[in-house]
């Protein structure tokens, strides 16, 4: 590509600056709706700006700025696939809390479920139900008798499933008028239905809990330092290293092209990997999550360990998406590989306090 000439880039700078205080000025004096305001966060992160700078400037903190941004972009979404004139027009003046639980779901499954939410009114807790409900439901290769693909029957479908295996009569009864609440087709209300005279229970058999791993000590936190090799040597051997830059909590190393590595201490579990791969993400997109807040985690998974068990978690092929997931029984979805260790980073008070040693050795 043909570089820009100096007064070019000069002119490119000053447009992309005038458009960020525009955009600042938007946000401080709340002009506009709240998908507006995810657009210009967006946009403002994206030209430099860090959360924090533009909480300083505008008052719309980190965890704010995240829920406008990626409500922003599920809305978006559902505008694209052809939601509903009511559907959108409620969701634009509110509801961003709401559409961001909608995240992890496909295009036409937000705009699905987001008039879902619309018609019944439900809020941010209750639509992050649904749509786990719509995310186990969609992992189905072959929907269960009776039931369509329309999230009102993924619903009814997890309402029935869990009244199945529960024999305390209030906690079924509240499922089944729940399930009969929610069901989108005759065949799945019949479903449900059968339930009132069909009191068999059928146990659920517990999850696992997940493999995590905290980073507690320094000596857990290994560096990854470059080779130059074996003397005799060059100066010009010495130059050709890298400079190895440490990114994140994980202190991952990226080098020349598209190929980067991680440090990992040597426990079994990673040691005893026929191929460990690793995955960064947050600890909301693992299944079984119950922090409140989310964090960075490093999630290790083994390739070569394809081969189904309840006691495990396994990342799958769901629809051309990477999924984690804990199944009861053989599923249908492809396996990849087993989640065999996930990693939280160390918790620092204040990481530029660590690294003066003299005030470590006081």
């Known amino acids: 590509m043909t570089d820009l000439p100096p007064n070019a880039q000069s002119s490119n700078d000053n447009d992309q600056n005038d458009i960020a205080q525009q955009l600042l000025l938007k946000l401080r004096q709340k002009q506009g709706n709240w998908v507006e305001w995810g657009q210009a966060c967006a946009y403002l ?26 409500g922003a972009q599920v809305y978006n979404s559902i505008e694209k696939v052809g939601a509903s004139q009511d559907v959108l027009s409620h969701y634009s ?3 961003s809390d709401v559409l961001y639980e909608l995240r992890l779901l496909t295009q036409e499954e ?13 809020d941010a807790d209750e639509a992050r139900e ?3 409900a719509v995310k186990d439901f969609s992992r189905f ?7 369509s693909n329309h999230p009102g029957d993924a619903v009814a479908y997890q309402c029935w499933k869990l009244a199945r295996q529960n024999s305390d009569f209030q906690v079924r009864s509240r499922l089944i008028a729940r399930g009969l609440k929610f069901a989108h087709t005759q065949t799945a209300r019949k479903q449900i239905e059968q339930l009132l005279t069909d009191f068999t229970v ?14 507690e000590s320094a000596e857990e936190m290994p560096r990854l330092v470059p080779v130059v090799g074996e003397l005799p040597l060059t100066p010009k051997d010495l130059q050709a290293v890298p400079l190895v830059e440490e990114i994140g909590p994980f202190r991952m190393v990226k080098f020349a092209g598209e190929q980067a590595w991680v440090p990992l201490p040597g426990w079994q579990a990673v040691l005893s990997a026929e191929d ?13 999550q119950t922090q409140n807040t989310p964090e960075p985690v490093m999630i290790v998974i083994d390739r070569a360990q ?23 029984t053989a599923p249908e979805l492809p396996i990849l590989g087993r989640i065999i260790v996930i990693v939280r980073p160390k918790k620092i008070l204040d990481e530029e306090f660590t690294k003066d040693s003299w005030q470590i050795d006081e």
Not at 312 to 319: A, E, I, L
């Open 110 to 122: 937000r705009a699905a479920t987001a008039t879902l939410t619309f018609q019944h009114k439900l």
């Open 306 to 328: 394809r081969q189904w068990e309840s006691g495990s978690y396994f990342v799958v092929d769901n629809s051309g998406e990477l999924d984690f997931q804990w199944f009861e």
């Open 276 to 288: 460990p791969i690793v995955i960064l993400g947050n600890s909301d997109r693992l299944p079984a």
């Open 45 to 70: 992160q994206k030209v430099g700006y860090n959360t924090q700078a533009i909480f300083e400037a505008t008052g719309f903190e980190p965890i704010q700025q995240n829920q406008v941004i990626v």
């Open 93 to 95: 003046q509110r509801g």
């Open 141 to 147: 290769r072959n929907l269960p008798e009776g039931f």
């Open 130 to 132: 649904i749509a786990k």
């Open 202 to 215: 059928e146990p659920k058999r517990p999850a696992p809990t997940l493999p995590f791993y905290r980073l």
